[in-house]
């Protein structure tokens, strides 16, 4: 059984960073792929950004060249660098681990921007 775990969000001013990771225990981690999403009150979990087994990486437009994904299989974690902060990054952050055709989701982090 895969478990997913997120950790390392909180508050910060607009500007300001975080950087979530995202353990995945019992995965066969260099199979999977990864992504982080978050969902806003109110709104639908939306994908931020994905990252495939071979590195390849996805960004939404609203976090281009403010957020970036990586992972270390040696650690089975995924890494969320987030810059910039804007209010509306503002939600709950999900990391999810697709593996040999089941998807694995994490119980969230909430990160919140605001001055």
């Known amino acids: 059984q895969v478990r997913v775990v997120e950790s390392g969000g909180g508050s910060v001013q607009p500007g300001g960073s975080l950087s979530p990771s995202c353990a995945a225990s019992g995965s066969i981690f260099r199979f999977s792929s990864n992504g982080w999403y978050r969902q806003a009150p109110g709104k639908q979990r939306e994908l931020v950004t994905s990252?495939?087994?071979?590195?390849?990486?996805n960004y939404a437009d609203s976090v281009k060249g403010r957020f970036t994904i990586s992972r270390d299989a040696a650690k089975n974690t995924v890494y969320l660098q987030m810059n910039s902060l804007k209010p509306e990054d503002t939600a709950v952050y999900y990391c999810k681990v697709e593996e040999l055709g089941y998807d694995y989701w994490g119980q969230g982090t909430q990160v919140t921007v605001s001055s």
């Open positions: 990252i495939t087994r071979d590195g390849i990486t």
